[in-house]
């Protein structure tokens, strides 16, 4: 019996350590790991030039990785199918279905879907630009984007030579990158002479795949002309807009009442399909702010003396509507709303 009780508190025992050892976390008293991982090492590096046609291209990461988001992020443009990923460590090697070009630029690029052991995604994309021509070409662009309604960080750019047009299935770039985490970019080793043309996406659903319903894919207007004598193409700047994002709207309201029944909240009316109606509170004592999306809307404070969450025009106090045509990510700011006593109510003024 001895033998038997003891033999149970092992297996008791064991399984403890087994479920220990297989629950996903930190060390145990250590912090949770939340920094995100990052390129250590490549081959080749970034900016090489001759590269044999045969490379076996390689990324060593900052830490473990998770090996199938990782190696299903990792691709190769212009496109070259991977043949094999295989882990060793912290390194990915790939070994290619294809022999590269002669005198072309490639990127290796990782995409925002690779995420550590711990589920940390990159930052940012990563990439890196090398060539098997020599010396490597000297074009480049370089800038940065301004995103509204959506993150800077981690949006591709994509380079055509003209009249090239994009396609996101096929991963035809003559050119990629992506932008940091201040929304900056530079692709580098572009044809000489040539012209330009760049588009920016954002994967919001980080499949790589432009999904008009989701994604944001924007056509960059200027036509960079790079030439022998003028290479590099610096300063660019422009915007991209979510035009999925939605518009925020804040401001004070002011209660000329001084009641203190019920609550004070914000009732906003789309003019286009006025059953649209989305309500909002103050944050703090008399400040607001409410999301809305792009369109026209009338905006009013009210007091709900009876908390029931609809207005009442007839008896409780509420502001005269302040209408807005309201653009994707636009943000409206310093907006005054004053209560006045309900309609049907008479005004202090009033005979």
Not at 44 to 70: H, I, K, N, Q
């Amino acid at each position: 019996m001895i033998r038997r009780a003891a033999a149970a508190v092992l297996a008791a025992g064991l399984m403890l350590v087994a479920a220990a050892c297989a629950k996903k976390g930190p060390p145990s008293g250590g912090p949770p790991d939340l920094v995100p991982p990052r390129i250590a090492a490549s081959t080749p590096d970034s900016g090489a030039a001759a590269v044999p046609r045969d490379v076996r291209l390689s990324l060593t990461f900052s830490e473990g990785m998770e090996p199938r988001s990782t190696g299903d992020a990792v691709a190769l443009a212009p496109r070259i199918e991977i043949e094999q990923r295989r882990w060793k460590g912290h390194t990915l090697t790939l070994t290619l279905a294809d022999t590269l070009d002669r005198d072309r630029t490639y990127t290796l690029f990782v995409g925002t879907g690779a995420r550590d052991r711990h589920g940390n995604p990159l930052a940012h994309g990563a990439s890196i630009t090398f060539s098997t021509a020599d010396p490597f070409p000297p074009g480049l662009i370089e800038g940065r984007i301004e995103a509204r309604g959506m993150s800077g960080a981690g949006i591709y750019l994509w380079g055509y030579v003209t009249p090239g047009e994009p396609d996101s299935t096929a991963r035809d770039f003559d050119a990629l990158a992506f932008t940091d985490g201040e929304g900056r970019f530079r692709l580098a080793g572009l044809r000489v002479p040539a012209a330009w043309r760049l588009w920016a996406f954002a994967d919001l659903n980080s499949n790589r795949s432009f999904e008009p319903l989701t994604d944001v894919l924007v056509a960059v207007d200027t036509v960079f002309t790079l030439t022998a004598g003028a290479p590099r193409a610096r300063g660019i700047a422009f915007e991209v807009v979510n035009p999925r994002a939605e518009a925020k709207v804040a401001g004070t309201v002011v209660d000329t009442l001084g009641d203190s029944l019920g609550v004070i909240r914000l009732l906003a009316v789309s003019a286009a399909d006025t059953t649209v109606r989305l309500l909002g509170e103050l944050i703090g004592e008399d400040r607001f702010e409410i999301g809305l999306p792009a369109g026209t809307w009338e905006i009013r404070a009210f007091r709900d003396t009876d908390q029931n969450r609809r207005y009442d025009a007839t008896r409780e106090p509420a502001s005269e509507p302040l209408r807005l045509d309201l653009l994707p990510a636009a943000i409206v700011t310093d907006r005054t709303l004053v209560l006045r006593p309900p309609a049907a109510a008479p005004r202090p003024e009033d005979p």
